[in-house]
């Protein structure tokens, strides 16, 4: 069993030319993981994997500092060649998903957009007691991920966006996606959609992150 500790490296070999830095004894970089081994031989093999990890390069180099997160997604689509996008979005956040799919649509895009809730499936079916919904006493429609990934994989989309599914949800969304999939989103309805904010501010106001 490998321990995978990056986030605690004071080191960073991995980001600079070979033998500028030694590589710290944890670092699997240093230890011919073969994991790694695999992973470069995918990207560089003819196919999918290696298109998208050269799109991804030439995206972040031509638009590092400057573009935004949309802008990024557009750029990486077509250097894809991903012209027919899905956007799988929380039913909570259908207006953003409504102006991306404006955007895009006014960039030459063809989009489909899909939210959460497709199918009004009655969340009591699947096992959920009345007291654990959001709302009780009422109907709930279980968020259904799995759905919208099968639709959009019936319209033949090429990449899938994701706008704001809950923790979870994107999970399944992203096992059953057929298209490659990119987030523009992560729901935070605390945080103005912006995660992120709690570990700034895990020192301070958000100190209950960490715990007793």
Do not use: W
């Amino acid at each position: 069993m490998i321990e995978l500790r990056c986030a605690t490296c004071g080191v960073r070999a991995c980001g600079l030319a070979p033998e500028e830095r030694r590589y710290p004894a944890f670092c699997p970089s240093a230890n011919g993981s073969v994991a790694l081994k695999e992973a470069e031989a995918l990207c560089m093999q003819e196919g999918e994997d290696r298109t998208i990890a050269l799109a991804a390069a030439r995206t972040e180099a031509d638009g590092y500092m400057q573009d935004t997160r949309l802008e990024d997604t557009m750029d990486f689509a077509r250097r894809i060649g991903a012209h027919h996008l899905g956007i799988a979005s929380c039913v909570g956040l259908v207006r953003e998903a409504r102006i991306l799919q404006e955007i895009l649509e006014a960039n030459g895009f063809r989009v489909e957009t899909v939210i959460c809730k497709v199918g009004s499936i009655d969340k009591e079916k699947f096992g959920l007691a009345d007291e654990e919904k959001v709302r009780p006493g009422q109907f709930e429609a279980l968020c259904n991920p799995i759905g919208q990934a099968k639709l959009l994989g019936e319209a033949g989309t090429e990449l899938n966006i994701v706008v704001g599914l809950c923790v979870g949800h994107d999970a399944l969304f992203f096992r059953h996606s057929e298209a490659p999939v990119t987030v523009l989103v992560a729901k935070d309805r605390v945080l103005a959609h912006n995660p992120a904010a709690s570990l700034y501010l895990s020192e301070s106001y958000y100190r209950r992150v960490r715990g007793k």
